[in-house]
């Protein structure tokens, strides 16, 4: 089905003219179809936000990967090798930081619900 784009009546596929007020029908996407389009894009991929939260979980997942490397990859070889007994000496609690960046998006994105213009 198709929306006229003069009067938004619904008509067939195939309908070449409006059945309610004849208007030609334009192959191609309606006001309507566009606008939801572009809405959707927004709120899909981000919109106008889109790169700093690309930004934001490049961050995360850097952190992540270097408290990886850090207690799993150092601390095992540092058992073996003197030469890396200084990486026993650091403890890193990081549980508590991925929970913080949980808050913080969740915060983040609940504020951009309640401010986001309908």
């Given at each position: ?58 961050i995360?997942?850097i ?36 929970l ?13 619900i ?5």
């Amino acid at each position: 089905m198709i929306y006229c784009t003069k009067c938004g009546t619904k008509n067939d596929d195939a309908a070449e003219y409006c059945m309610k007020c004849g208007a030609p029908m334009q192959i191609g996407k309606t006001k309507h179809e566009t606008d939801w389009d572009k809405r959707c894009e927004e709120e899909c991929s981000g919109g106008r936000g889109g790169h700093q939260w690309r930004i934001f979980w490049a961050i995360v997942i850097i952190i992540i990967g270097i408290w990886i490397i850090f207690e799993l990859v150092l601390k095992e070889l540092a058992k073996t090798n003197p030469s890396l007994d200084w990486v026993n000496a650091y403890n890193f609690e990081f549980w508590w930081v991925i929970l913080a960046i949980f808050a913080i998006m969740l915060i983040i994105s609940g504020l951009r619900i309640i401010v986001r213009p309908r």
